[in-house]
């Protein structure tokens, strides 16, 4: 599977600049993709305030998502404040090239931004199906917890969207390792830069690691699109020899 990471600032609370920004970057893109990664909260920032920003599903970032998608016939994921039967939602979105869309609401609220106070936590661990790849969506702060990401489904990528400050980076970048020789499964982790309206500062990193924990794209500080292909036989082929997912505890996860 060919896929694109974007990475880069984003504009304070104001989705519609983001949106032009990142249409302009896919647009640049130049080799067919099959997929397309774009940050945490990619059209407003990690925001406390989403009763400013907040969109329905119908939204215009969802339809814009959608329409790209349809587009580049290409599936395109990042997560978007949304509004809820009256609760919000940090939601990660993977809209395929068809339109058609499946979600994931953040688990981990990030309790040292007080996240839990403003957003509705999801409970679901979400697996995705496509091109014969089964891929688990995972936002920022869910990287601190590997129970949540343990690999019982056999899936072959984990993708972590994030807004991961610059004093924390180096657990970033040890994490996303972890989980991916933990799990024996390519690891994606995309981050944003610049500087947010907390005045938090980021320095990306966005990265891929295989299921050894070598980097395939190693952690990078500057606005890029970086492209890759995965090969899963590979991954597959070492899972048979290796064989340590096979011995992996059983356990019940409580929501």
């Known amino acids: 599977m060919?896929?694109?990471?974007?990475?880069?600032?984003?504009?304070?609370?104001?989705?519609?600049?983001?949106?032009?920004?990142?249409?302009?970057?896919?647009?640049?893109?130049?080799?067919?993709v099959d997929l397309i990664v774009l940050p945490e909260m990619f059209s407003t920032g990690f925001t406390m305030n989403p009763s400013v920003v907040a969109e329905t599903m119908d939204g215009e970032t969802v339809s814009?998502?959608?329409?790209?998608?349809?587009?580049?016939?290409?599936?395109?994921?990042?997560?978007v404040v949304i509004t809820e039967n009256g609760n919000y939602y940090n939601r990660m979105l993977f809209v395929f090239p068809d339109g058609k869309i499946q979600t994931y609401d953040k688990r981990h609220l990030f309790s040292l931004a007080k996240e839990?106070?403003?957003?509705?936590?999801?409970?679901?661990?979400?697996?995705?199906?496509?091109?014969?790849?089964?891929?688990?969506?995972?936002?920022?702060?869910?990287?601190?917890?590997?129970?949540?990401?343990?690999n019982v489904e056999n899936y072959d990528m984990l993708i972590y969207v994030a807004s991961w400050p610059k004093p924390r980076i180096n657990a970033w970048d040890i994490l996303l390792r972890a989980r991916a020789v933990e799990n024996l499964s390519y690891v994606i982790g995309v981050n944003r830069?610049?500087?947010?309206?907390?005045?938090?500062?980021?320095?990306?990193?966005?990265?891929?690691?295989?299921?050894?924990?070598?980097?395939?794209?190693?952690?990078?500080?500057?606005?890029?699109?970086?492209?890759?292909?995965?090969?899963?036989?590979?991954?597959?082929?070492?899972?048979?020899?290796?064989?340590?997912?096979?011995?992996?505890?059983?356990?019940?996860?409580?929501?």
């Open 64 to 79: 814009w998502m959608v329409s790209l998608a349809k587009n580049t016939h290409t599936a395109i994921t990042g997560s």
């Open 116 to 150: 839990e106070t403003v957003f509705r936590r999801g409970n679901e661990k979400v697996i995705v199906d496509y091109k014969d790849w089964k891929i688990c969506l995972q936002i920022c702060y869910d990287l601190r917890f590997p129970v949540f990401a343990r």
């Open 193 to 255: 830069i610049g500087t947010d309206g907390s005045q938090l500062e980021y320095v990306g990193h966005s990265q891929v690691v295989d299921y050894l924990g070598n980097y395939v794209i190693e952690p990078f500080e500057n606005e890029m699109v970086k492209i890759f292909s995965f090969d899963k036989n590979e991954m597959l082929e070492t899972r048979k020899k290796l064989n340590f997912l096979n011995d992996k505890d059983k356990f019940q996860l409580l929501s």
């Open 2 to 32: 060919k896929t694109a990471i974007i990475q880069s600032d984003l504009v304070w609370e104001s989705p519609r600049i983001n949106r032009i920004n990142f249409e302009e970057k896919i647009n640049s893109i130049q080799e067919e």
